[in-house]
């Protein structure tokens, strides 16, 4: 209890602050009492000494270092009966005391006995500890039967704002709100939720209880934070509540402290159920896309909770994380860890996918398979507008690069008609997600369906691929670099706009007879007619084969 209910008491009904009397708001833990010179040795942070200071008399500055030990040790105050030994308290001694706000009570005219006293004070300091540890059972046994009777964390926030008068706030791990008081409070909600987002945000949020204050001049009528750590087995939140200046009771923590404790229990429980079900699900697209679900009845079975039945129609879709393996299915005990850090991650990146997915307004569900998210649209019966569709995508994969920095690519499946031409669709989506890293393009959107030339390229050996292109242009083996890059983007333009000049201009920001002698000189160089068919058709080829041998570098043209 704090010192200053301590001395409330009739016990010290006529005793006497004689300094350091705004150090009164010290807790006291337990009450001790000196006979030895040495008592500092057996002191504990928070507790009250009781003392007649015989020794002290004797030495008058040991009085001077005896308090300043206490102090450092965070002892509560000294309680001291001067006039049984006649004891004299130096005058520097209480200015010191005044100057640590340490608080010495002289309690000579106390009739009871040091030891009564000390008997009397323990006694109201348990039964006060045990008042507060049947309030907080009490409480904690309420806010347990509101989440027994289905009100959630939203009915234990608003029976926190109706017992304490105080907005409360309850953030996640990554400080987003969870839920917020609506009783009386709900147009303050933001103002309070951005100051303590100004404060919180990249600082270092304490594990134990903590209090700050906001600095909004507007808020400072709730402008003291109380901040109280919600623990989980995987994430943490944090409670929060803001109150006036005034002095909070114990029972104000004690309440926001049990709070915390059954929102996190209850938190825990709802991710338990959530990964449960995310599991179930993801089991159930494993084994329909690994072939382990064999007949139609037993997928349209299965999967009727997530939307398969006969006569549907769906288009599946593959996401991954730019830069992320593919994985051999071999683990170690060093990827196991590096799995482990990296779920947090993961479970954001799945929540904003699926967040962004909802608002293009497609049917879909999204379950995850090794390292890639899998989304299964479901499609009209007026089916679908596949290149409107590819631009939403885009438009997508490029929010989430600019809200999170997520690199995102996307490969989409044909439409399947029945259950088990999902897994064909998943697999082409798979494919065209490899198709599209196989060009080194990075957040992309890429269809089965849309393969340009290409694709045919990689069913042809590497070094083949390697040993046509340098033929093709062995001509131009001896220019620099830089000259080489800027005859090849003109060639490649040119082809691009069908051999139009002002187009090619247009489209490389230069003037026309830079165009022309550029192509002049590729044409002496190569030893070829740009617009010979067989020799056109030679250089569009080799021109396509260059992204796919970019992976090795700068391309050689020397034999």
């Not at 340098?470 to 001509?475: D, K, M, N």
């Not at 010979?532 to 050689?556: F, H, Q, T, Y």
Request: proline letters at 3%; hydrophobic letters at 40%; aromatic letters at 8%.
């Amino acid at each position: 209890m704090l010192l200053s209910e301590l001395l409330a008491n009739d016990i010290y009904e006529h005793a006497r602050v004689i300094a350091g009397f705004n150090g009164l708001t010290r807790k006291v833990q337990t009450v001790n009492i000196m006979d030895a010179p040495d008592i500092i040795r057996f002191l504990r942070p928070g507790e009250l000494l009781l003392t007649n200071g015989f020794f002290m008399k004797q030495t008058p500055g040991m009085f001077m270092e005896l308090m300043r030990d206490m102090q450092r040790m965070e002892c509560s105050g000294m309680a001291v009966k001067t006039e049984r030994f006649k004891l004299h308290v130096p005058e520097e001694a209480l200015l010191e005391a005044e100057r640590l706000q340490f608080p010495i009570i002289e309690i000579s005219a106390v009739e009871l006995s040091l030891g009564e006293i000390l008997q009397r004070s323990t006694s109201l300091i348990m039964n006060n500890k045990n008042e507060e540890l049947q309030y907080a059972l009490h409480i904690h046994k309420q806010f347990s039967e509101m989440i027994m009777k289905g009100k959630g964390i939203t009915g234990i926030v608003d029976a926190l704002t109706k017992l304490l008068s105080s907005p409360i706030l309850l953030l996640n791990g990554k400080l987003q709100p969870i839920a917020e008081s609506r009783l009386g409070y709900a147009s303050l909600m933001p103002d309070l939720a951005a100051a303590a987002d100004a404060i919180l945000d990249g600082a270092a949020i304490p594990s134990s209880p903590t209090s700050f204050c906001l600095l909004d001049v507007s808020l400072r009528n709730r402008c003291n934070v109380l901040l109280y750590p919600v623990h989980t087995y995987r994430h943490e939140g944090y409670l929060l509540s803001f109150h006036s200046g005034e002095k909070m009771s114990n029972l104000y923590g004690l309440t926001l402290e049990q709070a915390s404790n059954v929102i996190g229990m209850e938190l825990t429980k709802a991710q338990a159920v959530k990964e449960r079900s995310r599991r179930y699900k993801n089991e159930f697209f494993s084994d329909l896309i690994d072939g382990y679900i064999t007949s139609e009845q037993e997928a349209i079975h299965r999967g009727k909770k997530y939307g398969i039945k006969a006569n549907g129609a769906w288009v599946m879709l593959a996401a991954r994380r730019d830069g992320a393996g593919w994985g051999n299915g071999q683990r170690d005990s060093q990827t196991e860890r590096q799995d482990e850090r990296n779920v947090s991650e993961r479970d954001e990146h799945y929540e904003r996918i699926k967040r962004h997915f909802s608002a293009i307004g497609q049917s879909f569900v999204m379950f995850t398979k090794n390292d890639s998210f899998g989304l299964l649209l479901h499609l009209s019966d007026s089916g679908w507008d596949e290149s409107f569709f590819l631009q939403q995508l885009a438009r997508l994969s490029d929010r989430l690069y600019e809200e999170i920095g997520l690199s995102l690519s996307i490969g989409i499946g044909k439409p399947a008609t029945n259950a088990l031409g999902i897994k064909h669709s998943y697999e082409e989506a798979i494919k065209a997600l490899q198709y599209g890293y196989r060009l080194k393009r990075t957040k992309f959107v890429q269809s089965y369906q849309s393969k340009d030339i290409g694709y045919l390229f990689h069913m042809l050996p590497h070094d083949e691929l390697k040993q046509f292109y340098e033929e093709t242009f062995y001509g131009m083996r001896h220019t620099e670099e830089q000259e080489r890059k800027e005859l090849l983007r003109t060639l490649s333009a040119f082809y691009d706009t069908q051999c139009q000049l002002m187009e090619t201009s247009k489209q490389l920001f230069v003037h026309r007879n830079t165009v022309v002698y550029r192509l002049d000189k590729c044409e002496k160089l190569l030893g070829v007619k740009l617009k010979d068919p067989i020799e056109s058709l030679r250089l569009r080829i080799a021109l396509s084969i260059e992204p796919l041998l970019s992976g090795d570098g700068s391309v050689s043209l020397s034999r």
